[in-house]
Structures are given as structure tokens and as C-alpha cells.
């Protein structure tokens, strides 16, 4: 298996402009996560689905901020108008059954970049 | 909500000594704990869990830890090497249960 596959690796944007991350789970896993890592707040849930089902977006940290699971291999995370503060690295993990006790797979994130 | 703090942002070890990495939690009410690692420009992958029945969990030069009555975990690498520089990171469950809720990591640094 080729693990989480996330696109693209880097995004470097201007404020204001629509930015779209991409998300490929693990072909299986019924569970997949949307996290983002800044020195600040170190690793954040945003959203998570559950069968393509959003399940919790409370840390989705504004309107701004958008998630769709259309199918089961394929996620997206949407960011619209972007800002500065939305600079960070985002993750995508996913897992069999939540994975508590096993861990999540992520992916290798992408690198946000809003100037 | 629960809480999950790792106190020291980095360490630095010998090569071939021990490196301890410890995490405090506030909620004793979940069943797992876990340990991620993280590389420079790659996502964290699992490391090693431990259930709350148990309070030591073996897995070749790792082991971790679980002192339920003080809510701490600790990670120790024996003999460390300087393949295990990277942040480690504590994950603990968070308050819907299949979502994890991370410590903000701690950096090795192993010295050869």
C-alpha cells in the first residue's frame, strides 16, 4: 500500500486566494482526520469523518475552513478566503476502526505558505 | 477536554545512552496512550501505545511507561541511536474517543 497520500507537498499562495488540499486514505480505513501543526498550537485536530461522514469539525477553526469526504478514497480541505495565519503544515491521517489503540497512518503533509 | 503536556521541548543523549521522554496527562479515563515519531518533512507514524491495564509495554529498544496514580507516561530509548533523532510526540484519546489529542512534542537529539 502506498499509505496516505496527501497533494500537494508545498502550496504557497496569496492572501485571499482559495486554497484546496488533497487527501488519499488508506484504501480500507473508514476513518480519516484533517490536523494542522503550528509551533504555537503543535498538532490540532480540525475535522474528522467516520464512513465519509464528518463526525466532529469543532476545531475547524473558522467558516473559512471547509471539509468534504465525497467517497472513500478521496478528501479535501478547503480554505476560502485564505489568510497569513493560515500558514502552517497540514495532515491527513487515517485508520481501520478509529485506531486508538494502534495509531492513525498520516501522510506527509502539506506545506500552506499565505503571503 | 483532555490535556497532554510534554514539559521539555528537546533533549540531547549520547549515543548508546538512555533517553527518557515524559508527558503529563490530565484525564484518567481512557484506555490508551501512545507514542508517535516525526522526521523532518514527513508526518508522524505510531510508535508504541500502552493500554491503562498495563503499566509497561515493551517493544525492542522502546518501552513506555504508565504511572496512572501520578498521569504520566514516559518513552525510553535503550541504547539510543542517532536514527532516533526526531520529535516524539504523546497522543492520548480525545473526548469522542476515535480522535487523538497530542502533546506539542519533544526534540532528540542524538549525538554520536
Known amino acids: 500500500d502506498a499509505g496516505v497520500i496527501q497533494s500537494p507537498r508545498h502550496e504557497v499562495t496569496e492572501m485571499g486566494q482559495e486554497v484546496t488540499l488533497r487527501c488519499k486514505p488508506i484504501s480500507g480505513h473508514d476513518y480519516l482526520f484533517w490536523y494542522r501543526q503550528t509551533m504555537m498550537r503543535g498538532l490540532e485536530l480540525l475535522i474528522y469523518f467516520n464512513n465519509n461522514v464528518p463526525i466532529d469539525d469543532s476545531g475547524m477553526p473558522e467558516d473559512r475552513f471547509s471539509a468534504k469526504m465525497p467517497n472513500a478514497s478521496f478528501s479535501t480541505l478547503k480554505i476560502q478566503p485564505s489568510e497569513p495565519r493560515d500558514s502552517a503544515v497540514y495532515f491527513c491521517?487515517?485508520?481501520?476502526?478509529?485506531?486508538?489503540?494502534?495509531?492513525?497512518?498520516f501522510g506527509s503533509g502539506t506545506r500552506l505558505t499565505v503571503v | 477536554d483532555q490535556q497532554v503536556k510534554q514539559n521539555s521541548p528537546s533533549l540531547s543523549v549520547q549515543e548508546g545512552r538512555i533517553s527518557i521522554l515524559n508527558c503529563d496527562y490530565t484525564?484518567?479515563?481512557?484506555?490508551?496512550f501512545l507514542w508517535y515519531k516525526k522526521y523532518p518533512a514527513e508526518g508522524p507514524t505510531f510508535l508504541i501505545s500502552?493500554?491503562?491495564?498495563?503499566d509497561k509495554n515493551e517493544d525492542g529498544r522502546f518501552t513506555v511507561f504508565l504511572n496512572k496514580s501520578a498521569k504520566h507516561l514516559s518513552l525510553h530509548i535503550v541504547p539510543s541511536q542517532p536514527g532516533d533523532s526526531a520529535v516524539y510526540f504523546c497522543?492520548?484519546?480525545?473526548?469522542?474517543?476515535?480522535?487523538?489529542?497530542f502533546g506539542k512534542g519533544t526534540k532528540l537529539s542524538v549525538i554520536p
Open positions: 497522543a492520548v484519546p480525545g473526548a469522542g474517543s476515535y480522535q487523538l489529542t
Open positions: 491521517a487515517s485508520s481501520l476502526g478509529g485506531g486508538i489503540a494502534y495509531g492513525y497512518t
Open positions: 484525564n484518567s479515563m481512557f484506555d490508551y
Open positions: 500502552i493500554s491503562s491495564i498495563k
